[in-house]
């Protein structure tokens, strides 16, 4: 069994930061791409940024030069550190990850999900 566990979020103000963890675990034999989607209410769920194994980063477009996404292979774990938030960044973020179990089979698991609120 494979499973995500998400931290990191909360309330912050508009301009500031905060950091969002995700960490794979259970009967994992490899880790291919690691990400965060998030889903404002009301939205369709939407990408945010997505890491390879080798650390290509793909953003999207409105995140771009304010948010970095980075990955630790030993931990099974991904980072977004996201700075300069605006109110338009409020959503619920949640991990995927493609991963390779101990069978081998290939899956495309997601996490349960944190509240970012971005707010004054």
């Known amino acids: 069994q494979v499973q995500l566990v998400e931290s990191g979020g909360g309330l912050v103000q508009p301009g500031g930061s905060l950091r969002l963890s995700c960490a794979a675990s259970?009967?994992?034999?490899?880790?291919?791409?690691m990400g965060w989607y998030r889903q404002a209410a009301g939205k369709q769920r939407e990408l945010v940024a997505v890491?390879?194994?080798?650390?290509?980063?793909t953003y999207a477009d409105s995140v771009k030069r304010r948010f970095t996404l980075s990955r630790d292979n030993a931990k099974n774990t991904v980072y977004l550190q996201m700075n300069s938030l605006k109110p338009e960044d409020t959503a619920v973020y949640y991990c995927n990850a493609a991963i390779s179990d101990w069978s081998r089979t290939r899956g495309d698991y997601w996490g349960r999900g944190t509240q970012v609120t971005v707010s004054s």
């Open positions: 259970g009967r994992i034999f490899s880790i291919n791409a």
């Open positions: 890491i390879t194994r080798s650390g290509s980063t």
